[in-house]
């Protein structure tokens, strides 16, 4: 049987369903309903913990379900990527003791200090000068933060490019990720290959970048988040495993000059729900 958990405006009741038909047949619903599979979302979310070579961090926005984000505690993910304030409260309700990562790189100074000072947030992205004075004057100078700066990266190999929206280009990143590494106790670099990343080729041109970003700004680098990407099944996208992925990624990383100090991280978020929703 399969948890479904119907929603019409704002009234929620829980009910068990073999399948998605069920649903229909039996509601015949008018307004949205969502279905919550936490056998698929706990064998999904192990994967990652048990598979990736280093620290996953689900990406909230994919499904903020507050019954999924308990799911994927109990199945190993404790680091949470939250995009808005409205998910940090969220997740902070709803799992008090889970890592919490601002990882969206434009933030309002108001956000950034709630999630600093309520929900005990201190990792950070940023992809500009002026996110990071705003990140340091928010938080007051403190000298406890995880500082990621993204690094702007190709998008074509991916069904939905996000390279024209957020980070910063390989030429201007020297003196940002120089900036951030004086007022961070922990640096990284992050970076988004896309939506829907059909080949691990499209991670190895962005570690490239990652690379030359490191030689550039001579920086000591604790941090190395390949982001999301990772893609689903869909009639007609057949991607190659998620272990050619993997290890596509270990080895780009393994090559690193900060290799021997840095972590590893990754922010999947559809490929840990697309198929315990539908």
């Known amino acids: 049987m399969l948890p479904g958990r119907k929603a019409y405006w704002g009234s929620l009741e829980l009910h068990q369903y073999p399948d998605a038909l069920s ?152 003196p940002l990720l120089q900036a951030a590494r004086q007022v961070a106790d922990s640096l990284g670099i992050c970076f988004h290959v896309g939506s829907q990343a059909m080949t691990p080729f499209a991670y190895v041109q962005a570690m490239e970048r990652v690379r030359a970003a490191i030689v550039d700004a001579s920086v000591t680098i604790d941090i190395i988040d390949v982001g999301g990407g990772f893609p689903s099944i869909y009639p007609g996208m057949e991607p190659p495993p998620l272990e050619d992925y993997f290890g596509v990624i270990h080895r780009a990383a393994e090559s690193l000059p900060v290799s021997y100090s840095s972590e590893l991280w990754c922010e999947p978020g559809r490929r840990c729900v697309r198929n315990t929703t539908r």
């Not at 919550?36 to 913990?49: E, L, W, Y």
């Not at 280093?54 to 190993?76: C, Q, R």
């Not at 995009?83 to 003791?97: F, K, M, Y």
């Not at 950034?112 to 000068?129: C, K, M, N, P, W």
């Open 23 to 174: 649903v229909v047949r039996a509601l015949a619903p008018e307004e949205p309903v969502i279905l919550n599979r936490p056998h698929a979302a706990t064998r999904a979310a192990r994967f990652f913990v048990e598979k990736f070579p280093g620290k996953s961090l689900y990406a909230v926005k994919a499904n903020p379900s507050p019954d999924l984000l308990k799911v994927l505690w109990d199945a190993g993910v404790t680091h949470f990527d939250v995009a808005s304030i409205a998910e940090v409260r969220l997740v902070r309700a709803t799992l008090p003791e889970a890592v919490l990562c601002f990882m969206h790189p434009v933030k309002t100074p108001g956000a950034i200090a709630e999630a600093y000072r309520q929900h005990g947030v201190r990792v950070f992205s940023l992809d500009s000068t002026e996110e990071l004075e705003k990140i340091v004057a928010a938080t007051e100078g403190a000298t406890d933060l995880s500082l990621c700066v993204r690094l702007r990266v190709s998008s074509d190999y991916s069904e939905l490019s996000l390279a024209s929206k957020f980070g910063v280009d390989l030429a201007d990143a020297a």
